[in-house]
Nanobody
Framework: QVQLQESGPGLVKPSQTLSLTCTVSGGSLTSNLYYWTWIRQPPGKELEWMGAIASSGSYYRPSLKSRISISKDTSKNQFTLQLNSVTPEDTAVYYC?????????????RGQGTQVTVSS
């Protein structure tokens, strides 16, 4: 059973960098079968695929590409999201997930999510 757990600050000030870490158990980030992914759900809106990292490289949503970076630490079995220059529109519940492909519906495991609020 794969488990994912998000961690990081729940409050970030505008213009600062949002940084979240996902710790994975029961599965390895070194596998070339999966895409380790960040998604988010702003209040009143649908889930939004943000980006993913895999053995083949990193992939980002075009609208976020100038602000987002996803990296991984295989020694800790963790992957990290950094989102720069945040605004209140980045307020959302953030989830880390495992996908079988880059298709936005191809998720098989997801963390419980963590609320991040952007506010001064």
């Amino acid at each position: 059973q794969v488990q994912l757990q998000e961690s990081g600050p729940g409050l970030v000030k505008p213009s600062q960098t949002l940084s979240l870490t996902c710790t994975v158990s029961g599965g390895s980030l070194t596998s070339n079968l999966y895409y380790w992914t960040w998604i988010r759900q702003p209040p009143g809106k649908e889930l939004e695929w943000m980006g993913a990292i895999a053995s083949s490289g990193s992939y980002y949503r075009p609208s976020l590409k100038s602000r987002i970076s996803i990296s991984k630490d295989t020694s800790k079995n963790q992957f990290t999201l950094q989102l720069n220059s945040v605004t209140p529109e980045d307020t959302a519940v953030y989830y880390c997930a495992r996908y079988r492909s880059l298709a936005e519906t191809d998720m098989d495991y997801r963390g419980q999510g963590t609320q991040v609020t952007v506010s001064s």
